[in-house]
């Protein structure tokens, strides 16, 4: 570790992977590979958290998972509805803010409605901050923001990369130090373009469902390891 590299990061963001393949080595349907990411996601997340990172997020539904079958895609809402209303006395437990990222383009009332009340009733804990990127792409969030700041007037000559990063989705959500991607694969998938821009990276074989607490303190430690340069 450097003197400008931290102990601990200040925003770790959790690629969501292998819930599917877990499930199918395991001989178990889709929906318990889909169950058993959920508890992981509480478990990981709220570890993460309690590490002293501030800022974790996750993510857990992107704008292409919409292909999915329907029957798949009705779980995964369920799944999403549990987290934002029956959850929230457990966020609260721990004194966690909830947040989510993304698009409402598409979503069921129902959620947006439920999202608009988990994120309310969680506004004033500073335990850190839980953020679900729901419904998100990261190239549709930087659409959704060009177009924010086209709306508000704004000259093209007075742009800047703060102008863009204030007008992104919850832009009090800073960049990703850590980029976590669990199941093997190697790539962002859309996952946090703009905050991702200098983030370090660490892949893990293990399917997601696997995670523990363990594995949060052990990709903390090699973050500590990491000689960050930030293009210098």
């Not at 601990?8 to 877990?22: A, E, L, Q, T």
């Not at 999915?68 to 934002?84: F, H, Q």
């Not at 995670?211 to 340069?229: F, G, H, L, N």
Request: net charge neutral.
């Amino acid at each position: 570790m450097t003197d400008d590299t931290p102990a601990i990061p200040k925003h770790i963001g959790y690629i969501v992977d292998g819930n599917r393949r877990w499930a199918k080595s395991h001989g178990l349907p889709d929906y318990e590979g889909h169950l058993a990411g959920y508890n992981t996601l509480k478990e990981v997340g709220l570890a993460t958290l309690e590490a002293g990172v501030e800022y974790m997020s996750a993510y857990v539904f992107s704008t292409e998972n919409w292909k999915r079958s329907a029957d798949e895609v009705s779980k995964l809402m369920g799944l999403t509805l549990r987290v934002l209303t029956a959850d929230i006395p457990e966020f609260n437990k721990n004194n966690v803010r909830l947040k989510v990222l993304g698009s409402r383009q598409g979503v069921d009332k129902k959620i947006l409605a439920a999202i608009d009340r988990a994120e309310a009733e969680t506004a004033h804990n500073t335990g850190g901050v839980f953020a679900l990127c729901f419904n998100y792409g990261g190239q549709l969030e930087i659409v959704d923001a060009v177009k924010k700041i086209v709306q508000s007037d704004v000259s093209p000559q007075s742009i800047t990369e703060e102008t863009i990063a204030e007008a992104l989705y919850a832009p009090e959500v800073p960049p990703i130090d850590l980029v976590v991607r669990t199941s093997g694969e190697q790539r962002l998938s859309n996952f946090m373009l703009w905050r991702a821009a200098y983030s370090e990276f660490i892949f893990l074989k293990k399917p997601w469902p696997d995670m523990t607490k363990k594995d949060v303190e052990s990709i903390i430690k090699e973050y500590a390891r990491r000689q960050r340069r930030f293009g210098g």
